[in-house]
Every structure is written in structure tokens, then in C-alpha cells.
């Protein structure tokens, strides 16, 4: 984020441009959409809690985790603690952006940044290097795809109730194999293999031996640690800079 | 500490999700306007991140049965090969739906 243009607007054409930039890839996400309001049902949530979350989460990676957290009980610490974890990259992502939007008032700051997620985040932080002020491919981008997915949600929830045994059709794998893809499709960084590493084994343990559902949070706070002995190489993100 | 799955308690949690997940989108603004986050808190975040994901995975293949196993496998094949997400979790699913239809 060094160097380009200063100043930042935010006005209704650059939104409804970025709507319609983020559209084609918003289609796939009315499949995840899907997949989460299939796997939502399948773990015991009624459809409008399904949309409730969609809705006001807004956040794939860490809903689909929520769901191996639900059952008759929900877990509270957690849950709130895996919420966080997995969604802590916004953090990195909201700081790397941070002397953009510094540049607009704190309403439409704070305002634009519910609608954060990774590829709307991603165009936004393309288009300033290029020089352009207008905050819209964030915001509007980040409209497009909350819409699509809680359509997608929606669409699952409908058709999802309509199939019984859903392990059947290979169903249940969606959750893993969403995460699993959005954990290898991000940079490639062979150096993440040992704070991953530590992370599965630390999980494992934890499953064996610790009180059930605190695998998520001793795997990743083994994996953050781990992750402090690898060397600093060119792997780090530059985007903070 | 857990709530029980009535429609007020799953609403209790997903509010509390949502306040968590804003709390992560407008902290990084928040909270670089008043300290940068050092290297080593961005280490840090950066390998938990992804550390969180592999630690909900690996005891869904360790403890799933051959089914998932393949689905994850297939994923991650198509997803090293080819980069699309959305090819790479049919992969997964077709997988683990011809395993149990066949086994």
C-alpha cells in the first residue's frame, strides 16, 4: 500500500461498478452458498438460523467451522474462540488498508468494512495500486457477494430439506473439502508447512486427550506459535508495508 | 459454558459470531491507526490462520471413514493442479458419494 494517489471517496457509481466487476465470480459463490445451507440443515440448524448467520456473519470459512462446533449444545468459548481465529486475517487485511480508508470519514469507514471478505478485499487492494481513489470495488463488490451468498443459503435451505441422508451423495464433505480448498488455494508458502504441521498434530492430541471441541483453538494457537519459528522470508506478506 | 439449540440460543450464538467476525473486519483499521501490528504478531496471525482450518480438517480424515478420506484427497489434488476451487470441491464430493455407492 505505498505510494499510490492519496485520497479515497466513496460515491454511489464507484459501488454499483464494483457490484457488477465482482459479479461473475459472485456466481460461484451462490454454490457455496448452497453447500453451507445444505451442511447447515444436515448439523441441525433451521433454515432461518442458517440464513441468520449467512446474513449477519457473512464469513464462509469460519460458519462451516461453526457447524462442526453445533450440536444440542452450542459450545460458547469455543466458538467465539475458532470464530476468531479463523476470521483474525481480516485484521491483517483491515490493517493493510488502513491508510486508504483513514482517508474517509469514520462512518463510511467502518461502515464499508462490514462488507469486507478476501476477494473484494483483493480487487480493492489491485485497484489502489493502480492509483484509483474510489473505495466502491470494496463496498460494492462486498455487496455483490453478501447478496449471492445468502441466496445461495437460501437455495440450500430449500433444497437441502428435501434430501434425506445426505452422506449419501457425498454431502457431509462439502465443509472439509471447502476448507481444505480455501487452505491450499491462498498463496503458495511451503514455509506454512511447519506451523501446519504442528497444527494437525496439536489438534490430534487434543482430541485424544483435552476436552472435546478444543482441538480447534490448541491446533491453532499451536500452529500461531510455530509459525513465530519460521524464519521471516520473503513469504511474509508485503501488503502491511 | 455452552447454550442449549433452542431458536434463542442459536440466535444468541450467531449474534455473538457476527459481533466477533465485525470485531475482526473493523480491528485492523481500528487498531493500525494507533499501533502498527509487528512482525511478529503478523506471523503470528498469518500461521494461526490457516492453522485454524487444518485443525478443523486433519480429525475429519483421521477419524472419517474412506470416504472422506478420498474426498479430501481429491480435493486437495485438484486444487494443487488446478487452482479452481469450485472443480476442486465436486472432486471431493463426487469422491466420497462413488466410494459409498461402490463400497
Excluded at chain 1, 499510490?4 to 454499483?16: F, N, W
Excluded at chain 1, 433451521?46 to 449477519?56: D, K, R, Y
Excluded at chain 1, 475458532?82 to 467502518?110: D, E, K, V
Excluded at chain 2, 491507526?33 to 478443523?56: C, D, Q, T, W
Aim: charged share 10%; glycine share 10%; with cysteine.
Amino acid at each position: 500500500m505505498s505510494g499510490p494517489a492519496p485520497g479515497a471517496r466513496l460515491d454511489l457509481a464507484g459501488v454499483l461498478s464494483g457490484v457488477r466487476r465482482m459479479a461473475p465470480l459472485s456466481l460461484f459463490v451462490v454454490v457455496f452458498g448452497l453447500a453451507f445451507g445444505v451442511a447447515a440443515l444436515s448439523r441441525g440448524l433451521s433454515g432461518l438460523e442458517a440464513l441468520l448467520m449467512s446474513a449477519l456473519v457473512f464469513a464462509g470459512a469460519s460458519q462451516f467451522a461453526a457447524l462442526e462446533l453445533w450440536g444440542p449444545e452450542i459450545p460458547l468459548l469455543p466458538l467465539i474462540a475458532t470464530t476468531f481465529a479463523i476470521n483474525a486475517r481480516h485484521l491483517l487485511m483491515g490493517a493493510a488498508i488502513q491508510p486508504w480508508l483513514a482517508q474517509l470519514p469514520p462512518t463510511q469507514r467502518y461502515a464499508s468494512m462490514v462488507v469486507m471478505s478476501d476477494s473484494n478485499w483483493a480487487m480493492a487492494v489491485a485497484d489502489r495500486q493502480r492509483g484509483e481513489t474510489n473505495v466502491g470495488m470494496l463496498v460494492g463488490g462486498g455487496i455483490a457477494l453478501w447478496l449471492t451468498w445468502l441466496a445461495g443459503t437460501l437455495l440450500g435451505v430449500l433444497f437441502g430439506s428435501g434430501i434425506d441422508a445426505p452422506e449419501r451423495f457425498g454431502l457431509d464433505v462439502i465443509m472439509g473439502c471447502f476448507l481444505l480448498a480455501m487452505l491450499v488455494g491462498g498463496r503458495r508458502d511451503l514455509s506454512m508447512l511447519l506451523p501446519w504441521s504442528a497444527a494437525a498434530l496439536a489438534a490430534l492430541a487434543a482430541m485424544a486427550w483435552l476436552p472435546p471441541h478444543s482441538h480447534v483453538i490448541v491446533g491453532a494457537l499451536a500452529g500461531g506459535l510455530a509459525g513465530l519459528l519460521v524464519s521471516p522470508r520473503r513469504g511474509e506478506r508485503e501488503a502491511t508495508a | 459454558m455452552s447454550l442449549p439449540a433452542t431458536l434463542a440460543g442459536a440466535v444468541t450464538a450467531i449474534l455473538l459470531m457476527a459481533l466477533v467476525t465485525y470485531l475482526t473486519r473493523a480491528g485492523g483499521v481500528f487498531v493500525m491507526s494507533r499501533v502498527p501490528i509487528g512482525p511478529k504478531v503478523e506471523r503470528f496471525i498469518n500461521a494461526m490462520a490457516g492453522s485454524v482450518l487444518v485443525a478443523v480438517i486433519a480429525p475429519m480424515a483421521v477419524q472419517g471413514d474412506w470416504g472422506a478420506r478420498l474426498a479430501l484427497l481429491a480435493t486437495l489434488a485438484v486444487m494443487l493442479t488446478t487452482q479452481r476451487t469450485l472443480a476442486a470441491i465436486t472432486a471431493g464430493i463426487v469422491a466420497a458419494a462413488l466410494w459409498r455407492l461402490l463400497a
